[in-house]
């Protein structure tokens, strides 16, 4: 492999201090921007809270910082994430360092899009972030060619893996962008892989397993304490909520109490407010605008705790969080794991409680049947779509709704059977009565039965492994372990 001198450690301990205020790098952070500077691939996992942003924040400016001003393509980072959310609140983060870094995606209108094309081919920014269906418009890609990619972060990395809990078909294509981008060094990045997944994660980048090094910090935090309460229903989960709450509100520590269930988190939000307990509430159905009030609202309290559902939390950086609960049983081992690696991140000690009910697990089990729709659901929401265009264009969606399953309106499979079209640029979103529009056949994917049974079998294993972790009578810690494949030490 071709490698670059090694830049002084100096220089990036100097943009450590001088941008971001830290004094010196912790873990592997120091390794692993070492490698990313002489030109080497790596495969980062680190606990939620660990810094993974910095290995590539940092060699984005000392790309910056000693490029040769008279060349024509300036240097840049691009950044592939696959939340909207999350990239705004990086990049907001970050502009607030003086750091040149923009986003690109669906958030923009068509004039903001263009200035911010403009800007990118004129070497305004040294980071870029984007989600990873940009590269489906050509007017980007040919943005792209006026700069030199010096360095392709994949941010959530686990999203490229179909088996990852996350998985987003678009990542699938890594390879292609790598080639269209000159196959730069490449970091990949994520809180939480299984061996199959970190195994997928590499084949997915497209490069040689030898050349890719991997930075496996482990997912134990000493600081949290681990417990799993067995509770019979809503009286005794109030109780628990009750107790945490009382326990940290002379500490100034803060708490996020997570559901599944939009429905249930505004009864228990009812419940508090008749006890006049304050709280905040976040979930899906809020307005944008009160979304993010609730979040900046949370991020400068001293002592506080919000109420919400799973979409809270990415980009939360708050290192005051003395609790997580989990009211409500979540859908995967990676799920929760992620979830509470948002407490403690001062280092300080935290608890992570999981309330179990056992009609949570008939929940979650019901979420996977809609999660996972068999080939033939997908064939026949397709055929609908496209050769009953005029009437699901007349009456709305819900309509599509009552014709695909009359009988049971809180079915959801129809919710993920569009939102992997859309992932798969089946359909065309946007249009006056959010019907979409067929554009083009099903993916070889989508009508592989025996890979759509596999993928549930999975899921389900998955949560299997978190029942097993609840049931567990010996260490929590060594089972999480040795889930994730990772040695334990039972003195850390």
């Known amino acids: 492999m071709d490698v670059r001198v090694k830049l002084p450690v100096m220089d990036a301990l100097s943009v450590l201090n001088k941008r971001f205020g830290h004094t010196a790098f912790r873990g592997q952070q120091e390794a692993v921007i070492d490698r990313t500077m002489a030109g080497g691939h790596s ?32 240097p840049l980072t691009l950044v592939l994430s696959p939340l909207i959310a999350l990239m705004k609140d990086q990049v907001d983060s970050l502009q607030d360092k003086g750091i040149r870094a923009a986003f690109i995606n669906s958030s923009l209108n068509r004039q903001e899009r263009e200035t911010r094309y403009e800007q990118v081919a004129n070497g305004r920014f040294d980071l870029l972030y984007v989600t990873p269906e940009r590269f489906r418009k050509l007017d980007f890609i040919d943005v792209l060619a006026k700069r ?109 109490v997570y559901f599944t269930l939009i429905k249930t988190l505004d009864m228990f939000s009812e419940m508090l407010r008749k006890k006049k307990v304050p709280h905040f509430c976040y979930h899906g159905q ?47 081992m990676e799920s929760w794991y992620q979830e509470i690696g948002r407490a403690g991140r001062d280092g300080l000690p935290s608890d992570c409680v999981l309330l179990y009910e056992e009609a949570d697990l008939t929940t979650q089990m019901e979420f996977l049947q809609w999660s996972n729709p068999t080939a033939e659901y997908y064939a026949r929401v397709h055929d609908l779509l496209l050769h009953r265009e005029e009437e699901a264009e007349s009456f709305g969606m819900e309509w599509v709704r009552d014709t695909l399953h009359p009988k049971k309106r809180h079915d959801h499979r129809l919710d993920t059977a569009l939102q992997m ?72």
């Open 421 to 492: 079209f859309d992932r798969h640029g089946v359909i065309e979103r946007g249009r006056e009565r959010g019907t979409p529009k067929i554009l083009c056949d099903l993916p070889a994917m989508l009508q592989d039965e025996d890979r759509l049974e596999e993928k549930l079998r999975r899921d389900q294993q998955k949560l299997y492994a978190l029942v097993q972790l609840i049931r567990h009578e010996g260490d929590r810690k060594a089972f999480i372990h040795e889930y994730f494949g990772i040695p334990y030490n039972e003195a850390s």
């Open 43 to 74: 495969l980062v996992i680190m606990p939620t809270g660990g810094g993974k942003s910095l290995c590539f924040q940092v060699p984005a400016l000392l790309h910056a910082a000693t490029a040769d001003r008279a060349t024509t393509h300036k």
């Open 148 to 256: 030199d990619i010096k360095l392709l972060a994949v941010d959530e990395a686990h999203c490229i893996s179909e088996w990852g809990h996350d998985f987003r078909p678009d990542y699938t294509r890594l390879r292609e962008f790598r080639k269209l981008v000159g196959d730069p060094t490449t970091i990949a990045l994520t809180a939480t892989a299984t061996p199959d997944v970190q195994q997928d994660i590499v084949r997915q980048l497209g490069i040689e397993a030898g050349d890719v090094a991997m930075f496996h910090e482990g997912i134990d935090r000493p600081n949290l304490a681990l417990s799993v309460e067995e509770v019979w229903g809503n009286d005794e989960k109030f109780e628990q909520i009750l107790d945490i709450v009382k326990k940290y509100e002379e500490s100034d520590g803060n708490g996020i």
């Open 286 to 332: 809020l307005e944008r605008r009160d979304r993010r009030r609730v979040q900046s609202d949370f991020m400068k309290s001293q002592s506080s705790f919000v109420l919400a559902t799973n979409a809270f939390g990415m980009g939360i950086d708050k290192e005051d969080i003395r609790f997580v609960m989990h009211a409500e049983m979540p859908g995967s």
